[in-house]
């Protein structure tokens, strides 16, 4: 987000994850909905919808719910179906393998080449999460598969996953690539999963393109409807 410059960015914490409260419910559903809520209470019209990993799934229910609301989708890491490592589901449900079960996501989630203050912040950012919400996230991932709704969705969309992912190969961006109309797939090389960490500048650069291409098109939409804002 630092580098993205020129851009109006804001960042959404889900419920239970970073400083926002855990909510009554949970899974990928309730924190569309709660994102739906969010966009509307604050001052935003229309956003570019960027998500990560599970956040991609959040994205793309968002987008599959309300795509009125959407001036276009980023999914990083992503895929129409995530489905999780039986043994990672198993591992970090139980208090006596979550570390264990940690350092395994985090080793499938960085490249060979990746800064090991970034591997050790990544696993130090999971292990506050917690057993009992990351077991939640991984088996709501698990459930996820819209893979046959994807050609519903009509949004301008940027799909970016790194060539070393392990936890979202890239045959899964290839698969969001041909299943979303008009969809547009960057490969980053020498990146994990956490690509946007391990190349931040190339990602900040593919966002800030991808949304000043959508200006022309935000542009006319606004004059059309009054400059609704």
């Not at 709704?149 to 690539?177: A, F, K, N």
């Not at 979303?180 to 593919?206: F, K, S, Y």
């Amino acid at each position: 987000m630092r580098r993205l410059a020129g851009c109006h960015t804001l960042a959404v914490d889900l419920p239970g994850h970073g400083p926002a409260p855990i909510g009554e419910a949970g899974g990928l559903d309730d924190y569309a909905r709660g994102l739906a809520a969010w966009t509307a209470a604050v001052p935003v019209r229309r956003p570019v919808l960027v998500g990560h990993s599970m956040g991609s799934a959040v994205a793309l229910t968002a987008a599959l719910d309300e795509p009125g609301a959407l001036a276009g989708l980023v999914l990083v890491g992503a895929g129409a179906r995530l489905k999780v490592n039986p043994k990672l589901l198993e591992g970090v449900a139980r208090a006596e393998t979550f570390a264990a079960a940690v350092d395994q996501i985090v080793h499938w989630s960085f490249s060979a080449e990746a800064e090991a203050r970034l591997v050790e912040l990544a696993r130090a950012r999971l292990l506050e999460t917690g057993s009992a919400m990351l077991a939640a996230d991984l088996r709501a991932c698990d459930a996820f598969d819209v893979t046959s709704r994807l050609s519903e969705i009509r949004l301008p969309t940027l799909v970016v996953v790194g060539g070393d992912d392990r936890m979202t190969p890239p045959r899964l961006s290839e698969e969001l690539q041909d299943g979303i109309p008009g969809a547009r797939l960057e490969v980053v090389d020498a990146a994990g999963h956490m690509v946007m960490l391990e190349q931040p500048e190339t990602i900040a650069r593919l966002l800030q393109s991808f949304v000043k291409d959508l200006s022309p098109s935000l542009k006319t939409s606004a004059a059309a409807k009054g400059d609704e804002r």
